[in-house]
Structures are given as structure tokens and as C-alpha cells.
T-cell receptor, first 114, second 112 residues
Framework: DTGVSQNPRHKITKRGQNVTFRCDPI?????LYWYRQTLGQGPEFLTY????????KSRLLSDRFSAERPKGSFSTLEIQRTEQGDSAMYLC????????????FGPGTRLLVL | GNSVTQMEGPVTLSEEAFLTINCTYT??????LFWYVQYPGEGLQLLLK?????DKGSNKGFEATYRKETTSFHLEKGSVQVSDSAVYFC???????????FGKGITLSVRP
């Protein structure tokens, strides 16, 4: 069990550029969650998938954000036309069928928008 | 909606001191409660959890009891170590989606 992995770990971009993050969940975990964490705050829910279906999206997820999990394995989170307010840590978590509420987190991708 | 309130930090203790970190919650429905820990340079790790009233979660010497009457889930440890220095988050989940609602977190520093 290699744990949840996220790539890249750090991303610096200029305002207006598009960025894409990848999350590889623990094998056999059917649920995958995305959260955003800003400095001094706890993580906030963005969206989640059960297998390949995106079942819920937070109001935090503006139209510039899109997430996919095409084959029910890895997931991508894309931010279009980045803004400075998008600077944050983006966390991915996964959970197994037998214990859906126990989420295992990846190390996160830290985004800085200049 | 759901919310979690943690005591203000940071907290600085000497090694072997007793630790209490307060956490209260507001939830629709019947939540499960969690404490997550984030060590420096690492990702969030589940420390302990409790899924029903009066349950006690425990791990690595830490304990927390699910108190429905006071809507609280305070974290305690009898004797902290320098290695316990980290950020601690209280969280809850309700409903079928199991999405987590976190508190702001509190930084604990333990000095030798």
C-alpha cells in the first residue's frame, strides 16, 4: 500500500494560466475527495467521486474549476484562468468501500499564483 | 449546516505535560467525529475517531470521547512528547457522502 500520491507537490504559475493537478488514490479505494486548504484554516471540501461518478460539488468550486476521474482510478483537478485567490494547498483523499468515512490524505499540491 | 470550532492556538507545552485541545461541533444529523494530525512537512493523518455517543477514540496515547450532550470531542493526552509537535484538526462527517468538515486547526509545540 503506497498511500495517496499527488503531483506536482508544488506549482508556481502566473495569473491567467491554467494548471492541472493529479491524484492517485490508494488501490481499490472507490471514493476520492478534493479539499482546499488556505493558510491558517482547515481543509474545505471541494468535490468527491464514487468510482468515476462525480457526486457532489461545493459552492467553492467555481466554473473555472473542473475535476475528473475518468476510469475510477486517478483524478485530475484543473483550474482555468488562475487568480491569486486560488493560491492554496490542494488535498486529495481516498476511502475504501468497507470504511467510507475513513479518509486517507495525500501530501497535497501547493499552488502559488503570482 | 455543519461546523467545527476549535480552541484558539498556538499551544506550547513542556514535555510530559498534560494536553487538552477543545473541540465543539454543530451538525445536522448524527455525525462521526475525527481528530487528524499534520506533522511538519507531512500530509494529514487520521489520529482517532468515534462514530457514536460516548464512544472513546484512542491512538498513540491520545484520547477523545464523543459527548453528544455537550456536542464536544476534546482531545487529551496525559504526557506529551516533543514528537507530538504538530497541527491538530478536529473534523466531522455526516450523511452518505462522508465529506469532512474541519476546524481551523491548532498548532502544538512541545519543548524538551
Amino acid at each position: 500500500d503506497t498511500g495517496v500520491s499527488q503531483n506536482p507537490r508544488h506549482k508556481i504559475t502566473k495569473r491567467g494560466q491554467n494548471v492541472t493537478f493529479r491524484c492517485d488514490p490508494i488501490s481499490e479505494h472507490n471514493r476520492l475527495y478534493w479539499y482546499r486548504q488556505t493558510l491558517g484554516q482547515g481543509p474545505e471540501f471541494l468535490t468527491y467521486f464514487q468510482n468515476e461518478a462525480q457526486l457532489e460539488k461545493s459552492r467553492l468550486l467555481s466554473d473555472r474549476f473542473s475535476a475528473e476521474r475518468p476510469k475510477g482510478s486517478f483524478s485530475t483537478l484543473e483550474i482555468q484562468r488562475t487568480e491569486q485567490g486560488d493560491s492554496a494547498m490542494y488535498l486529495c483523499a481516498s476511502s475504501p468501500p468497507a470504511s467510507q468515512e475513513t479518509q486517507y490524505f495525500g501530501p497535497g499540491t501547493r499552488l502559488l499564483v503570482l | 449546516g455543519n461546523s467545527v470550532t476549535q480552541m484558539e492556538g498556538p499551544v506550547t507545552l513542556s514535555e510530559e505535560a498534560f494536553l487538552t485541545i477543545n473541540c465543539t461541533y454543530t451538525a445536522t444529523g448524527y455525525p462521526s467525529l475525527f481528530w487528524y494530525v499534520q506533522y511538519p512537512g507531512e500530509g494529514l493523518q487520521l489520529l482517532l475517531k468515534a462514530t457514536k455517543a460516548d464512544d472513546k477514540g484512542s491512538n498513540k496515547g491520545f484520547e477523545a470521547t464523543y459527548r453528544k450532550e455537550t456536542t464536544s470531542f476534546h482531545l487529551e493526552k496525559g504526557s506529551v512528547q516533543v514528537s507530538d509537535s504538530a497541527v491538530y484538526f478536529c473534523a466531522l462527517s455526516t450523511g452518505a457522502n462522508s465529506k469532512l468538515t474541519f476546524g481551523k486547526g491548532i498548532t502544538l509545540s512541545v519543548r524538551p
